[in-house]
């Protein structure tokens, strides 16, 4: 198990998908967190969300993913455009793309109770029971990914939100 793995399937703005918050390198591979642990997953994940809307909008493989970081894409971003913008810069534009991804869902029925993980992950099919998620660290990891998002609790964009991102017009999506 890998806990951010599973919040990101869970919060995947098309569905359980696995390539758009990869957390394994961060939990599993070169380990920076607990992967059985809640501790710092919430932004962990929402920061692979934002860059991985940037990098899907660019056209960058997720295969090669790890060859071409933040700073490479601000470059390319440059070279092509003419556009001078920040990692930071970049990384708000991703923040905007999975808000109005989120927008055009909830538009649609998408609500807290979409973002969930089948019974069988959080109940653990592993004899291991620290690999066993739970349903209230589950339920702590979303409510911490919301909060951190600018949504509220049923995980709707904040008037707040798209007004900071730019995007007022979306208020009556």
């Not at 962990?44 to 997720?62: K, Y």
């Not at 001078?84 to 609500?111: H, K, M």
């Not at 998002?149 to 939100?161: L, M």
Request: proline fraction near 3%; aromatic fraction near 6%.
């Amino acid at each position: 198990g890998a806990w951010g793995m599973a919040l990101a399937y869970a919060t995947a703005c098309r569905g359980g998908c696995h390539l758009k918050a990869w957390t394994i390198g961060d939990e599993v591979v070169a380990p920076k967190y607990d992967r059985f642990s809640v501790g710092g997953k919430a932004k962990l994940v929402v920061d692979l969300q934002n860059l991985r809307a940037v990098e899907d909008s660019f056209g960058v493989c997720v295969m090669g993913r790890k060859a071409i970081g933040e700073k490479e894409l601000v470059r390319i971003l440059a070279v092509t455009t003419g556009w001078n913008v920040s990692v930071d810069g970049l990384l708000t534009a991703g923040e905007r793309i999975y808000n109005l991804e989120r927008v055009i869902a909830v538009r649609d029925g998408v609500s807290r109770k979409d973002d969930i993980l089948p019974q069988r992950i959080v109940e653990g099919a592993s004899p291991n029971l620290r690999s066993r998620i739970g349903g209230e660290n589950f339920d702590g990891m979303l409510d911490e990914y919301y909060s951190l998002r600018g949504w509220d609790e049923n995980g709707k964009p904040t008037c707040e939100k798209l007004e900071e991102l730019g995007l007022p017009d979306l208020l009556s999506v």
